[in-house]
């Protein structure tokens, strides 16, 4: 099955900014929907954006990350800008394709934002 990879997490101070990478297996055209989620130690894992079609993004986020693509890299991007400590967490990729009902996850990119 596939997995896709992340990279790019780390530890940043206040108002720094990252920019994480998922890097998936092939190709990324016959993906019809991806995002990144957020997890913290007891909380369940949260959309920070993403969507099949039409991008979410959380309201705490909003006009700091963006999600993107370089499909010739097959990669999905999720620019980080102005973090925060609320921003520390567990990053996780995740990814369907067309013809597919289930996503697929990475294994997960730590952030970690001090103040």
């Known amino acids: 099955q596939e997995k896709p990879v992340e990279s790019g997490g780390g530890l940043v101070q206040a108002g720094g900014s990252l920019r994480l990478s998922c890097a998936a297996s092939r190709s990324i055209f016959t993906v019809n929907s991806m995002g990144w989620y957020r997890q913290t130690p007891g909380t369940q894992r949260e959309l920070v954006a993403g969507g099949d079609g039409r991008t979410r993004v959380q309201l705490s986020v909003m006009g700091r990350f963006h999600i993107s693509t370089d499909d010739g890299a097959n990669t999905i991007y999720l620019q980080m800008n102005d973090l925060r400590p609320a921003d520390t967490g567990v990053y996780y990729c995740?990814?369907?394709?067309?013809?597919?009902?289930?996503?697929?996850w990475g294994q997960g990119t730590q952030v970690t934002v001090s103040s």
């Open positions: 995740t990814l369907r394709r067309y013809g597919r009902t289930s996503y697929t």
